[in-house]
């Protein structure tokens, strides 16, 4: 029913941006390390999730959602970290060398199926996780230094 769309809708504008995210994107942006997001939402529904986050949206080099054409099979399949990859402007020399950030475990599984490195931010009601380079509680114990990344100033 259109009601439960609409609260669904008003949930996902509200949608806040986890701690450590701005802090990172800024960071890595500022470092010159290019990033995208690849999502497991369709169109509309990023959308919705991201318009209150343009800020940080405007550092992605672009975004590949789950309705994108050349995402034949979503996650657990490694499709759309395939297709994000050969679209950077300079694509990686290989999966390895992208790291993915990921809170489920679909995600995961599909950045692992990828090649990718991952870190994965878990809902911490999920009880099962599944195998990741490494686990946090938050992105506020992200440590760059460990990817190879620039440490935060």
Not at 15 to 35: F, N, Q, S, T, Y
Not at 70 to 91: S, T, W
């Amino acid at each position: 029913s259109s009601g439960i769309n609409a609260e669904y809708g008003e949930s996902f504008v509200s949608c806040k941006e986890k701690a450590g995210v701005g802090r990172l994107i800024r960071h890595l942006a500022a470092a010159g390390i290019p990033m995208c997001i690849a999502t497991g939402s369709s169109s509309e529904d990023f959308e919705l999730k991201t318009r209150n986050h343009q800020e940080l949206l405007r550092q992605m080099e672009f975004t590949v959602k789950s309705d994108d054409p050349e995402v034949r099979h979503g996650k657990p399949n490694p499709d759309i970290f395939l297709v994000a990859m050969g679209r950077f402007r300079e694509p990686p020399a290989s999966p390895e060398c992208c790291l993915v950030f990921e809170d489920a475990p679909n995600g995961v599984e599909a950045a692992r199926a990828a090649g990718m490195r991952c870190v994965m931010v878990p809902d911490p009601r999920l009880e099962d996780l599944p195998k990741s380079d490494v686990i946090l509680k938050s992105l506020e114990e992200f440590n760059p230094t460990e990817f190879g990344l620039p440490a935060f100033d």
